[in-house]
């Protein structure tokens, strides 16, 4: 049984595309728990619609993901 072209080309694209998303994703993971580490994230509570976010840096006001609404951060 011949084996088709496109698949001999799909299949490792598709493997190689699959790796690198899980590198990223566990890149992304790392990071995020050393920024936690460092400290430097606040945390802001969306007055609006009660999204509980955080961002990377310690702003006095942070748009809401959800709505856009600028919120304070929450005091710690
Ligand atoms: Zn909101």
Do not use: W
């Amino acid at each position: 049984m011949p084996v088709d072209p496109l698949s001999l080309f799909t299949i490792p694209l598709t493997l190689a595309l699959a790796a690198l998303f899980s590198a990223a994703v566990a890149y992304d993971f790392i990071t995020f728990r050393r920024r936690r580490k460092n400290g430097n994230q606040a945390v802001y509570r969306c007055d609006a619609c009660r999204h509980i976010y955080t961002v990377p840096r310690r702003t006095p006001l942070a748009p809401c993901p959800k709505c856009g609404k600028q919120n304070e951060p929450v005091k710690e």
